[in-house]
């Protein structure tokens, strides 16, 4: 166990459809990062929170969202699912508040079908 | 801006050989490097980080990765792999500022034969 928990670990869903995956991280860790796993695009970077505040986008699409709330742990939406957007959804946490940076845990990811 | 570079998409190898799997990055400044591993149907963990110090740096389950600032490698090698070692191996690198950046490489299929 990582310490960053992801909900649902499996979520299948059809084209047009709107889900919601859910990140929370591991535990006294500010930082939340979103990444797109898949065989054609490999590991791509969504999108990062820091303490309740968007830090920094990466190829996010607009159908896309997320937010980090009080309790630090963090959402990603996305809406008019279509097939490509089949994936692994890995979420990360980092940054314990004075601890300096030691990279990232990863979650176990949500695997994401769209039928 | 970074980069990483993982020029072997898929390595193959006997169980119990060696194996090296390697890591080139480009920055402009200073940077913190990392192996991650993914087994199937898993997230990724760390494998070892490089943030200062000794430029050769010993992680979990036997490996090790040396930084050469000057070829800009952060290769990562084991002297004798296991069948379980198979799995996909990614590089990382983050600038050493405050954006708790980390910038993957396309990552490396290590396949072990027996």
């Known amino acids: 166990d990582s310490g960053v928990t992801q909900t649902p670990k499996h979520l299948i869903t059809a084209t047009g459809q709107r889900v919601t995956l859910r990140c929370s991280p591991r535990?006294?860790?500010?930082?939340v990062y979103w990444y797109q796993q898949s065989l054609d695009q490999g590991l791509q970077f969504l999108i990062q929170y820091y303490n309740g505040e968007e830090r920094a986008k990466g190829n996010i699409l607009e159908r896309f969202s997320a937010q980090q709330f009080p309790d630090l742990h963090s959402e990603l939406n996305l809406s008019s699912l279509e097939l490509g957007d089949s994936a692994l959804y890995f979420c990360?946490?980092?940054?314990?508040?004075?601890?300096?940076?030691?990279?990232?845990?990863f979650g176990s990811g949500t695997r994401l079908t769209v039928v | 801006a970074q980069s990483v570079t993982q020029l072997d998409s898929q390595v193959p190898v006997f169980e119990e050989a060696p194996v090296e799997l390697r890591c080139n990055y480009s920055?402009?400044?200073?940077?913190?490097l990392f192996w991650y591993v993914q087994y199937p149907n898993q997230g990724l963990q760390l494998l070892l980080k490089y943030l200062s110090g000794s430029t050769l740096v010993k992680g979990i389950n036997g490996f090790e990765a040396e930084f050469n600032k000057s070829q800009t490698s952060f290769h990562l090698r084991k002297p004798s792999v296991h069948i379980s070692d198979t799995a996909e191996y990614f590089c990382a690198v983050s600038p050493m500022d405050s954006s708790y950046k980390l910038i993957f490489g396309s990552g490396t299929r290590l396949l072990v034969r027996p």
């Open positions: 535990s006294g860790d500010l930082s």
């Open positions: 990360a946490s980092s940054t314990s508040r004075g601890s300096g940076f030691y990279g990232y845990t």
């Open positions: 920055s402009s400044v200073s940077v913190y």
